[in-house]
């Protein structure tokens, strides 16, 4: 028996519409969607659908835009910095290189700078090699729109997105020394660990406590960080890999809400921090995301 398109690309599209939204719960609220549509064609109808995985791409695309677009006053409004959702990822995503930097806190945080079209544009093209003319179907715009759309995209993405030529293993050891040296206080082990010009984001949603703008410089991010046993005698650090990268969940703070922390390395230097404490963001940690191209 035929596996059936939909199970068969569901990897595909729930990855496709996370990179578009930064949001797990959306990207998985559009697959259901997509789903219950593609279900109500019919058996019939679904084998008449020659191209399928496009048929299906499209679709995700245009509900995973028409939710991005209402969400732009939203963000507008939302109580301190806003990160992606974080996903909890099988450590072998890493071994596919452009998966695991298309899914990257890093990356998701550059792409929030692009506006909804521009961000579907580089998407499908950039991390999932969509065809134009399937991505100007998609879009209801011409080919040479998209193209156009694309080309801007990418030079914005290029002039932002970070250079993270390390290894899954070297940025495991950096994030190792980083996690000792915050797990024992020790200032000078985390300036060690730290670019010169590294920057602290935190989102709490307003819900749980976090620094409202962004924090940079290595002294001015270790003596932040350095207070971490104060936080409570039963907190600890949980290694755990998130977005396809070694990443850290704090559990047992004072104020009961985990975080989840994700990095950015660079030369063997942590670059980038990104703490998530808003809880509705940190739900679905406790189930692996299947991630595919």
């Known amino acids: 028996m035929t596996e059936d398109p939909f199970v068969a690309h569901r990897g595909l599209l729930f990855t496709m519409a996370y990179e578009l939204l930064g949001s797990a719960a959306e990207a998985e609220d559009v697959v259901q969607e997509t789903w219950i549509r593609w279900d109500a064609l019919g058996e019939a109808a679904r084998d008449e659908v020659v191209a399928s995985r496009a048929f299906l791409v499209r679709m995700v695309t245009r509900k995973a835009l028409d939710r991005l677009r209402a969400n732009s006053r939203r963000r507008e409004q939302y109580v301190g910095e806003w990160l992606p959702e974080p996903v909890l990822t099988a450590p072998d995503v890493a071994d596919d290189v452009e998966l695991a930097e298309s899914v990257s806190f890093a990356m998701l945080t550059v792409l929030e700078t692009l506006n909804p079209t521009e961000r579907a544009v580089f998407v499908l093209r950039e991390v999932f090699d969509v065809p134009y003319?399937?991505?100007a179907d998609a879009l209801d715009k011409s080919q040479a729109a998209v193209r156009q759309i694309g080309h801007r995209a990418r030079e914005h993405v290029a002039a932002r997105r970070p250079r993270m030529e390390v290894s899954p293993r070297e940025q495991e050891e950096v994030v190792e020394r980083f996690l000792a040296a915050v797990a024992g206080g020790d200032l000078q082990g985390l300036l060690?660990?730290?670019?010169?010009?590294?920057?602290?984001?935190?989102?709490?949603g307003g819900i749980a406590q976090a620094i409202r703008l962004p924090v940079a410089g290595a002294k001015k991010v270790a003596n932040l960080l350095r207070t971490f046993p104060k936080f409570g005698a039963g907190a600890s650090l949980?290694?755990?890999?998130?977005?396809?990268?070694?990443?850290?969940?704090?559990?047992?703070?004072d104020d009961g809400f985990d975080t989840a922390i994700s990095f950015a390395v660079e030369g063997g230097l942590i670059t980038r921090i990104f703490a998530v404490r808003n809880p509705a963001k940190l739900s679905g940690l406790d189930v692996e995301a299947t991630l595919s191209r």
């Open 133 to 135: 003319a399937e991505i």
């Open 238 to 253: 949980v290694p755990i890999t998130l977005n396809g990268a070694p990443a850290v969940k704090v559990v047992g703070i």
């Open 192 to 204: 060690d660990a730290l670019a010169p010009d590294v920057v602290l984001v935190a989102d709490g």
